[in-house]
């Protein structure tokens, strides 16, 4: 039988301090490098496993640091994106890319819409239920939740040599992404992305879904990969990015509900 039309194990994310409602959550959607068995590595080296085709190397390791230090909820996806990509419509074309990056993905050629709904159903469902809920419960707990995406991004991209090393995303309210942009070119002297290396107006599923439908404050953070090879750097970055959310969390123009 064709792995693809089996019934999947469901593979719940992982969430961490589930019932704080101290005002942040933060949505990893390309944490985990995991191909389950049954898809058998998708048909690929496993060379691929550890390059940032399958897993935003370092965003697990800065969620899991940020959610320790400010005590907020984060929501960490246990299957890559080269399975199925979380920050992606249930429709998009590239809901299950067939290639990443020129990289020619065996396993995710030809699929039946059958066996996407099967990948969708035991993956891509759990996860955002699970961010749902956090959101539902954060906001019957009155709070007004800062709601982060937390990314990274490849230093080199079609021979371009990105030169961020941050980058703050958003789509039709900027209001977060603005203050912690003004807040670390005041306080570092960073080159940081507006929009950039991707813009919110094209990559922002999860934010859109989880942050802006709701009127809440939303950016996705994009961290360059090279910057976060060793612990000490993710834990400085980790440290940046709390002391810019602690301020953004006290003002009543950013923690507000705002509908576009």
Not at 19 to 26: E, K, N, P
Not at 50 to 76: L, Y
Not at 157 to 182: C, H, S, T
Not at 224 to 231: I, N, P, S, T, V
Request: hydrophobic share 40%; aromatic share 6%; proline share 5%.
């Amino acid at each position: 039988m064709d792995c693809n039309l089996m019934l999947l194990e469901t593979i719940e994310p992982e969430i961490i301090n589930a019932d704080a409602t101290g005002g942040l959550v933060i949505i990893c959607e390309h944490a985990s490098n995991y191909i389950p068995p049954v898809l058998k590595n998708l048909g690929l080296d496993e060379k691929y496993l550890g390059e940032h085709i399958a897993v935003d190397i370092g965003a697990e390791a800065v969620t899991r640091a940020m959610a320790n230090m400010m005590g907020g909820t984060a929501i960490i996806a246990r299957v890559s994106r080269l399975v199925i990509d979380c920050n992606r419509e249930s429709n998009h074309e590239t809901l299950v890319p067939e290639a990443s990056d020129k990289v020619f993905i065996p396993g995710n050629t030809g699929l039946t819409p059958e066996a996407i709904a099967t990948r969708r159903q035991a993956y891509y469902e759990p996860f955002h239920q699970a961010c749902d809920t956090i959101i539902e419960n954060q906001l019957s707990a009155g709070e007004t939740p800062l709601v982060i995406g937390m990314h990274s991004f490849t230093n080199i991209m079609n021979g371009f040599v990105r030169p961020w090393q941050i980058g703050f995303l958003w789509n039709k309210d900027p209001r977060l992404a603005e203050a912690m942009m003004g807040l670390m070119e005041r306080e570092t002297d960073l080159t940081i992305g507006n929009n950039e290396p991707y813009s919110g107006k094209d990559l922002y599923y999860t934010m859109n879904r989880h942050g802006m439908a709701h009127g809440l404050p939303q950016t996705t953070i994009e961290i360059r990969q090279d910057l976060l090879k060793k612990q000490s750097m993710v834990m400085e970055w980790a440290a940046l990015l709390a002391d810019t959310l602690d301020e953004c969390m006290n003002r009543p123009d950013i923690k507000s509900i705002k509908h576009y």
